[in-house]
């Protein structure tokens, strides 16, 4: 969405051959889509948490499908079947950033969903049912959607105003530092509440504390890796925006393309999580494979 600037700096401006962003964003498109097909074929997985993974692939999968998109244009401007600044290849551009800008609004708001949703497992876990109802998690995702977009297409339309660009930001801050506090204050607090809940109820087990506390880690990794790969790209916005001509910012911004590619490797590891993390999902994988090949 950004170029980095060069006129001001020394440091080499690194470059990254398109074939290789198209080839991470093919893996991510494949991998998602299998998470997105399991959670179909299987109805064990009809449930508001993995309603919510979907949500978090659907997000991966726009952020591929942003990639291999303007690879593709790339490569197509490059032979002269394309222009670089042709009214349809703005319009592709425009469709592109919109997707890249979806694609982060629904990873940041999906993963909020998933936090509060092993929030009240862990914490509300007799009344989990009918707290969160499969009904409650299809409104809950219409909402995330509509509004994802509508910002989408606000933070487009004033994307080179400095104050667009920081509140895009700070929003990307508030609600990491919303979850990350959220995963605090339930692994802090839910050893104290299951031991309570037992001494309440004898509906609570240990096998239950175990699955929802490895569901609760299954996610607090997921958020780890988004922080890690989606962190650069806003630190390059920032720099773009704020100190554009300082050599120092510069020179970051000369490693743009190492960020798109950690944003697409992100979309890549999440499905792997899922595989290693979850038992139903990593049966269900293997079942598709197994037919598949056979």
């Not at 290789?20 to 893996?27: E, G, L, N, T, Y």
């Not at 509300?124 to 994802?148: G, P, V």
């Not at 890690?228 to 300082?246: A, E, R, Y």
């Amino acid at each position: 969405m950004t170029s980095p600037t060069s006129n001001y700096t020394k440091c080499e401006h690194i470059n990254i051959p398109e074939e290789i962003f198209f080839a991470i964003s093919a893996v991510g498109i494949l991998e998602n889509g299998l998470v997105l097909i399991a959670v179909i074929k299987n109805k064990k997985l009809h449930l508001p948490m993995y309603f919510f993974i979907c949500s978090l692939a659907i997000s991966d999968i726009l952020a591929s499908l942003y990639k291999i998109l303007e690879s593709i244009m790339m490569i197509l401007v490059r032979v002269g079947h394309l222009q670089r600044k042709g009214l349809f290849e703005k319009k592709m551009d425009d469709v592109m950033d919109w997707f890249f800008v979806l694609s982060l609004l629904g990873s940041i708001f999906s993963l909020s969903a998933i936090a509060v949703d092993r929030y009240i497992t862990i914490f509300y876990s007799l009344r989990y049912h009918n707290i969160m109802t499969i009904r409650r998690a299809w409104i809950i995702l219409a909402a995330i959607w509509i509004f994802c977009g509508g910002c989408g297409i606000g933070i487009l339309i004033n994307y080179h105003d400095t104050v667009t660009i920081l509140l895009f930001t700070v929003m990307f801050l508030l609600m990491l530092v919303f979850m990350v506090c959220l995963y605090i204050h339930m692994f802090l607090l839910a050893q104290s509440h299951a031991k309570k809940i037992a001494s309440l109820s004898g509906q609570w087990n240990s096998l239950q504390q175990r699955t929802n506390m490895k569901g609760a880690i299954t996610l607090t990794i997921l958020l780890g890796v988004f922080i890690c790969c989606w962190s650069p790209f806003f630190l390059h916005l920032l720099l773009f925006s704020f100190c554009p001509n300082n050599p120092y910012c510069a020179c970051y911004m000369s490693t743009v393309y190492i960020n798109c590619t950690l944003i697409l490797c992100n979309s890549v590891i999440d499905p792997l999580i899922y595989a290693f993390r979850n038992p139903e999902l990593q049966s269900t994988f293997k079942k598709m494979l197994c037919c598949s090949v056979f």
